[in-house]
């Protein structure tokens, strides 16, 4: 007798089902920000608001802050909390403009990658090998990046004059860009149509022209590392191995994990994304290096990982957010009122939703908050300046405080781990 055994049905792919959940819902919210930017530039009449000027302002300032977040996103899905990214960059910005001044931008970036992983390997042999406080370390690694850096540059940078760089005991301007890209008939296309100023069309069209006309070859890449982060942890036996290290060490090493090893490797990959940022900021965003360059950005990108929930598309969610309201001190007044509106609208949106979801109290604070910019908006003609060049930061404290509590972080991150042991 024989009995003839059913294949069991093939599981559904979860992962698969959850990333694509994931991107149609980064898809729905790209285009409600869209539409409500539309609005408001219609109903305020101020169409610096998305135009194809503050759409590449924006694009520029969000590059080096997702650089940042990238960095420690890879750093703490290992278990390592990076609060050096700081001072990786601050690396990166030096060895950036040293490199370049001497061998072109592209070996310039290779240089600020370089010196971003010698940050790394830092910041890994402190806490990997040695087991001091991820935090402690971070910060001592940001502060000795902060006094290298300006030695480096007085010692290197004072003498130096030529065709292509102008020294300075704080500065190297004038160094050579990376590659730009234009494509014509798409740029010039899209441009006319821009600024024709139809409801929502106009406003894609200056997306696109932004991104079709002198675009720098180093911001194309950033955007292509984001999508080789995501299929490198989510995708590859090594990133699932890497991120149960952030887990679970303990468990990982029982079944044959070298997790010594995947820390550090995610520990330099962090510090090298970090250099990038910081040569991106000497080579793209400004003219050339200046000491203390990074301004913050370091902790800005921290912030944006964690907004982003541990996640590359959540990373640059956050990082946009946040690069826009750093271009915001770029744009004339009358922009920066205008986007009170934009604010009251999404905040009291949000305190709905929020009060929707049976929490009152937290809906009712964004509800209280969303009324008083609208309030501002209507009663005021511009916002002081001082204000427009705390906004990055004003943001970044509110984002955190409102999003706290759907964050899960990885669970053994930040702790100290020793091999052989047992948790």
């Known amino acids: 007798m024989t009995t003839t055994v059913a294949a069991p049905a093939p599981a559904p792919d979860r992962e698969a089902n959850h990333t694509g959940s994931k991107a149609r819902t980064y898809f ?18 101020v169409h610096e608001v998305d135009s194809q000027g503050s759409l590449r302002a924006a694009i520029v300032a969000t590059c080096p802050i997702l650089l940042a977040a990238l960095g420690g996103l890879w750093s703490e899905r290992s278990g390592v909390v990076n ?16 490199f370049t001044y001497y061998y072109g931008p ?16 830092l910041h890994g042999l402190a806490t990997v090998t040695f087991g001091v406080d991820h935090i402690v370390s971070g910060v001592a690694l940001n502060l000795i990046a902060v006094g290298l850096t300006t030695f480096l540059a007085e010692a290197f940078f004072a003498d130096l004059d030529s ?26 296309a899209a441009t006319s149509l821009a600024d024709k100023h139809w409801f929502a069309i106009s406003d894609v069209a200056a997306l696109v ?32 191995r890497l991120r149960s290290c952030g887990e679970n060490p303990e468990a990982a090493e029982s079944l044959g994990i070298n997790v010594i090893r995947h820390k550090y490797a995610a520990v330099l990959v962090s510090g090298g994304l970090a250099g990038l940022g910081g040569g991106y900021l000497a080579l793209v965003s400004s003219p050339g ?29 956050g990082s946009g957010l946040f690069g826009y309201t750093d271009s915001l001190r770029l ?46 908006f209507a009663v005021t003609d511009e916002v002081p300046r001082d204000f427009t060049s ?34």
């Not at 937290?362 to 501002?376: A, D, E, P, R």
Request: aromatic share 12%; proline share 3%; hydrophobic share 55%.
């Open 106 to 121: 592209w070996v310039g970036l290779l240089g600020a990658i370089g010196f971003g992983v010698l940050g790394g390997l």
């Open 28 to 45: 729905l919210i790209g285009l409600a920000v869209l539409f409500s930017l539309a609005a408001v530039r219609v109903i305020t009449g």
């Open 83 to 98: 609060i050096g990214l700081e001072g990786q960059m601050l690396l990166g910005t030096w060895g950036g403009a040293f």
């Open 331 to 376: 744009r004339d007044p009358a922009t920066i009122h205008a986007m009170l509106l934009f604010v009251g609208f999404w905040l009291l949106l949000f305190a709905a939703w929020r009060i929707y979801k049976a929490r009152r109290t937290q809906g009712i604070v964004l509800g209280v908050f969303g009324l008083l910019f609208l309030l501002w």
């Open 209 to 240: 022209a932004a991104v079709t006309n002198r675009i720098s070859v180093v911001t194309i890449l950033v955007f292509v590392l984001v999508f080789a982060t995501g299929w490198i942890l989510w995708r590859t036996r090594f990133g699932l």
């Open 289 to 317: 290096f200046h000491t203390n360059q990074s301004n913050g950005r370091g902790y800005i990108g921290l912030a944006a990982m964690i907004f982003g929930n541990w996640r590359p598309g959540g990373a640059l969610i």
């Open 163 to 188: 065709q292509f760089g102008h020294g300075g005991a704080q500065q190297l301007t004038g160094l050579q860009k990376p590659t730009v890209i234009t494509i014509p008939g798409v740029s010039d």
């Open 390 to 423: 705390m906004t990055p930061y004003v943001t970044t404290l509110l984002v955190l405080a409102f999003a706290s509590q759907r964050l899960r972080m990885p669970k053994a991150d930040g702790k100290i781990y020793r091999k052989g042991t047992v948790d």
